[in-house]
């Protein structure tokens, strides 16, 4: 299985300030069709996972512009430009190019 | 708008089964498959496996082989997901979710406890 390595797992940040988090797969993620499907989901306590960003880089509808999502083959990147108060939760990336399908262990972000 | 619920919380003795539904509203059926994942308490995001909703094709994680099966039921656009032989470790939160590698609508979650 392929092995997706976050890091940090925990990240206190202040608010307003920027926030970064890191995943890496122990395989390349891009598929045989050219696609590289990494995503990133964020888990707010006692709710469902929410897909923020798909195949490295896009937004969802409605996922504020402060989430960014970059990287390639191996390395890949979540940024928020700068963390607000409803940004608290857990945040995963998940590998949907090779079966079966693996999440990074997640990483908790909390306010400072 | 899109959307996928599930039924309600279960409690179950070890041993017995549990079978989890998801109702799928809002886009064809038909066009998407279902994953399952599952997370235990305080623990990270497991994926279980996915079911075609096209033509019923599944892959299942390897380490629930022969425990889990996936279905679904066109006529009502629902999955189920059941699991059999239940053990402690299966105690956890199971979601199901539209798409295999870009899952992007999420059911609210169903919780299964497995207690003697």
């Known amino acids: 299985d392929v092995v997706m390595t976050q890091s940090p797992l925990s990240l206190p940040v202040t608010l307003g300030q920027p926030a970064s988090i890191s995943c890496r797969s122990s395989?390349?993620?891009?598929?045989?069709?050219?696609?590289?499907?990494l995503n990133w989901f964020q888990q707010r306590p006692g709710q469902s996972p929410r897909r923020l960003i798909y195949?490295?880089?896009n937004r969802d509808s409605g996922v504020p512009d402060r989430f960014s999502g970059s990287g390639s083959g191996t390395d890949f990147t979540l940024k928020i430009s700068r963390v607000e108060a409803e940004d608290v939760g857990v945040y995963y990336c998940?590998?949907?190019?090779?079966?079966?399908?693996?999440f990074g262990q997640g990483t908790k972000v909390e306010i400072k | 708008q899109v959307q996928l619920v599930q039924s309600g919380a279960e409690v179950k003795k070890p041993g017995a089964s549990v079978k989890v539904s998801c109702k799928a509203s809002?886009?064809?059926?038909?066009?998407?498959?279902i994953s399952w994942v599952r997370q235990a308490p305080g623990q990270g995001l497991e994926w279980m496996g996915w079911?075609?909703?096209?033509?019923?094709?599944?892959n299942y994680a390897q380490k629930l082989q022969g425990r889990v099966t996936m279905t679904t039921d066109t006529s009502t656009s629902t999955a189920y997901m059941e699991l059999r032989s239940l053990r402690s470790d299966d105690t956890a939160v199971y979601y199901c979710?539209?798409?295999?590698?870009?899952?992007?609508?999420w059911g609210q979650g169903t919780t299964v406890t497995v207690s003697s």
């Open positions: 979710a539209r798409d295999l590698r870009e899952p992007d609508v």
């Open positions: 809002g886009y064809t059926f038909t066009s998407y498959g």
């Open positions: 079911i075609s909703a096209y033509n019923g094709n599944t």
């Open positions: 395989q390349s993620l891009v598929y045989s069709d050219g696609n590289t499907y």
């Open positions: 195949k490295v880089s």
């Open positions: 998940m590998q949907g190019t090779h079966w079966p399908s693996t």
